[in-house]
């Protein structure tokens, strides 16, 4: 293998770097991803989401950070495909539901537009299944066969359902009802502010919600993503499980890196240099 490819956990040759971007409900992100190492090359780029965020406007951002990203040095050749994360169910491209992004998103088919504005493939992908994408391949889940469930918490509650290295998309565990009640609205990091909830609280919503999830799917590892993961030692090591459970590795990267991999599992060529 050259020093400019990588490879899948399957043994597939990638692309050495691809563009990848995140779309969020507040920014969207982007960044070169180098698919050796699973790290941005430099910096990330990052612009407000547009209000309203329609898809037209949203496209246009999404033009401008690709071609901020283009320029730079490391960048990948014009040919490569984009990933882009969408915080919807994305499926076949074609997002079938809209999360902090306006309603004219549901039965938009996000590749076809992407495709068109920027004019080369865009592959879209759920957010919560890029960020577990990245985290079996490069982070917390590297090695681990049979099921990982990466669990983000954020607004909402996020999952990526993976089976040995393979993503099964669009698992949307948040919304599982616990005790009467939407999972996601009594145990996301944003549930915990808005009940005034202390983290041992907290820990008692967390227990209920992944002992649910545990016994349903008797996964070998839990993985918890977003931004509250920085905080895991007060809260972590008050649950009682039998499945491990961890904090994500990534963090914020972990979006534009799991975006960059669906786009490069696309890539059917052979690999390429970068510049």
């Known amino acids: 293998m050259g020093k400019n490819s990588g490879k899948t956990k399957g043994g597939r040759n990638l692309p050495a770097t691809v563009i990848g971007i995140d779309i969020g409900g507040t920014g969207i992100k982007g960044g070169i991803v180098d698919l050796t190492a ?82 080369r493939d865009v592959h879209v992908i759920n957010d919560a299944d890029a960020a577990g994408l990245a985290e079996v391949q490069y982070g917390a889940g590297k090695g681990v066969n049979g099921t990982v469930l990466v669990i983000t918490l954020g607004t909402g509650i996020g999952s990526a ?34 009940l005034g909830l202390s983290w041992d609280e907290y820990s008692v919503k967390l227990q209920r919600y992944f002992s649910h999830v545990e ?16 905080r895991s030692k007060d809260f972590l ?24 991999l669906q786009a490069a599992l696309h890539f059917k060529s052979q690999p390429v240099e970068a510049k």
């Not at 491209?93 to 920027?118: C, H, M, P, Q, Y």
């Not at 016994?215 to 920085?230: A, D, H, N, R």
């Not at 090591?237 to 960059?260: C, D, F, K, M, Q």
């Open 38 to 119: 699973g790290a941005i090359v430099g910096d990330r780029f990052r612009v407000e989401t547009p209000q309203p965020a329609t898809p037209e406007a949203v496209a246009v951002v999404v033009a401008d950070i690709v071609a901020e990203l283009s320029v730079r040095e490391g960048a990948p050749p014009a040919g490569l495909p984009i990933g882009v994360t969408f915080p919807a169910i994305i499926q076949h491209g074609v997002a079938r539901s809209a999360a902090n992004v306006d309603e004219s998103w549901i039965d938009t088919d996000v590749d076809a537009l992407f495709t068109k504005v920027l004019g």
């Open 161 to 194: 359902f993976i089976f040995d290295g393979k993503l099964v998309p669009n698992a949307e565990l948040g919304h599982l009802e616990i005790d009467g009640h939407d999972a996601e609205t009594q145990a996301s990091a944003v549930a915990r502010e808005r």
């Open 215 to 230: 016994f349903l799917f008797s996964p070998e590892l839990f993985i918890v993503g977003g931004g509250i993961s920085k």
């Open 237 to 260: 090591p008050n649950l009682s499980l039998r499945t491990p459970i961890i904090p994500a590795e990534l963090r914020n990267h972990a979006g534009i890196v799991g975006a960059a």
